[in-house]
């Protein structure tokens, strides 16, 4: 049949591990989104290999033959080992079938048989289109589970006739699903959406740094393959639009349920708090942690709403919440001080109406990087409005691009002036006094940044009055 002869071009680097394989006379397959992205001419996605060599006989069998094959029992458990050669890593699967516990959604399997038959390998994965093999020595393609036409559709569907057994064994399937329908633009067969709607409350069995790891594709998705043009059905707004279609923010974030259908001025907002946020999310740069603040900018207006009877203030509520459910995400304290910090700021000056002095000396409290994330959020959230305004922290910027050109100090260790230069000529020891003369001195060049060099601050110093 025509899917029989179906090839792709096997990568260059997998040669070393193809000749592997065919030194040990056993047949290997690159499996899943390799050969999917191959056939829809995007790049490479993960790379993974199968075959029916058990993790101990991948040992054997490999490592004499120039392959590092390294085993972490647990994942062996799985029949996962990890092949290294010619600087790649690739994971090999052993062919399999897997059990898993009654009424859990959980990601681990409760039992996992090994077999040597790539039919039933391709009937336990999660999609049709990820379950597409290419022999590794001729680039055939075999496609067990209709894949080729479903990708000629541009549909995701699941590998079983039953979508529930595959939903309801691997629940992180159901987050799975909207990422790649939104990364690849593909509709989602009907009876799947069906089943990811009825399984979609295990999401809470699934570990949250694996919940965590898809909120972050999926907040990312219409980024991850650049060639594809951007539409309606590659943005996050879809994304997010489907994980509220789904019912599942209990597993991601619990205080969207209380903003979906809540009104805001509609004099500033088009949209409810739940769509403005989805939008804003969109709105951002495609970073981390500049897509999940947008995504968390006004995630304290339900509490504050219901404690003060306003949003007044939501920008501190904000704060604590964002930092409460990334840690529940379990997001290293990295992203969760950057976020938390970018949504406690974004009401700053909302009226625009800071003084250019009072800006300089915030900017550079904030220091370069979360002053540049700063303006992109308000950017963000303004166009997340839904109003085309051509006031999109215009003034910000311009100031702040000023401040880079006329090179204002962002810290005091940036002064033009050391601390022993400073001894020297105020006769001050090291204490508090001098430490208040060097905070003194680098608030004053934060607003008269021309002042920053060795003998205007010399003579500051030697000043040293109250008025700066």
């Known amino acids: 049949s025509k899917e029989d002869k179906m090839k792709i071009k096997i990568p260059k680097t997998l040669a070393p591990i193809k000749r592997a394989f065919e030194h040990a006379g ?44 390294i085993v972490i029992p647990k994942a062996a458990e799985m029949g996962t080992v990890e092949l290294h ?26 039992a996992v048989v090994f077999g040597t038959n790539l039919i039933d390998d391709a ?14 020595s001729t680039g055939e393609v075999t496609d067990p589970t209709g894949g080729i036409a ?52 295990k999401l809470n069995d699934i570990a949250p740094e694996r919940r965590r790891e898809e909120l972050i594709k999926i907040l990312l998705c219409d980024a991850r393959y650049p060639k594809l043009e951007h539409d309606e059905q590659r943005s996050p707004v879809r994304a997010l639009r489907l994980i509220d279609e789904l019912d599942v923010w209990d597993a991601l974030v619990p205080e969207f349920n209380l903003a979906r259908g809540m009104e805001q001025r509609a ?9 403005h946020s989805f939008r804003a999310c969109a709105a951002a740069p495609p ?11 006004d995630v304290g207006k339900p509490d504050c709403l219901r404690e003060t009877g306003k949003f007044y203030a939501h920008d501190d509520y904000g704060d604590k919440i964002a930092k409460r459910i990334l840690t529940s995400l379990r997001f290293p304290n990295k992203t969760i001080e950057e976020v938390s910090a970018l949504v406690g700021g974004h009401m700053y000056d909302i009226q625009n109406q800071a003084k250019p002095d009072t800006l300089r000396v915030r900017f550079a409290s904030w220091g370069r990087e979360r002053t540049m994330n700063q303006i992109l959020l308000r950017e963000a959230d303004i166009r997340g409005c839904g109003f085309d305004t051509s006031y999109v922290a215009a003034r910000w ?3 702040f691009k000023q401040m880079l050109l006329d090179g204002t100090p962002f810290s005091e260790r940036e002064l033009k002036i050391t601390g022993e230069e400073l001894k020297k000529i105020t006769g001050l020891a090291e204490g508090r006094e001098l430490g208040e003369l060097k905070r003194a001195l680098y608030q004053h060049c934060v607003k008269h940044p021309q002042d920053n060099n060795p003998s205007r601050l010399k003579t500051l110093a030697k000043k040293r009055t109250s008025s700066f």
Do not use: M
Not at 123 to 136: C, Q, T
Not at 184 to 191: N, Q, Y
């Open 26 to 69: 056993v047949p290997a397959y690159a499996v899943g989104g390799l050969v999917r992205n191959a056939l829809l001419g995007l790049e490479p996605s993960d790379i993974d290999v199968c075959s029916r060599l058990t993790p101990a006989e991948a040992e054997t069998l490999l490592a004499g033959r120039g392959v590092r094959v």
């Open 85 to 110: 050669a010619d600087g790649i890593r690739v994971e090999h699967t052993t062919f399999r079938r897997e059990a898993y516990a009654e009424n859990s959604g959980e990601h681990r399997p409760r």
């Open 123 to 136: 009937f336990r994965r999660d999609f049709s289109v990820n379950a597409l093999y290419a022999d590794l």
């Open 150 to 201: 479903d990708l000629e559709k541009h549909i995701l569907r699941t590998t079983s006739a039953d979508p529930d057994e595959i939903l309801r064994s691997d629940a992180l399937r159901v987050l799975r699903l909207v990422r790649f329908a939104c990364e690849l633009g593909f509709t989602i067969d009907e009876a799947t959406w069906a089943a990811a709607k009825r399984n979609a409350s």
């Open 267 to 275: 004099d500033q907002h088009r949209y409810d708090v739940l769509e």
């Open 287 to 297: 970073e981390e942690s500049l897509r999940l603040a947008a995504l968390l900018h």
């Open 397 to 399: 910027r311009a100031l």
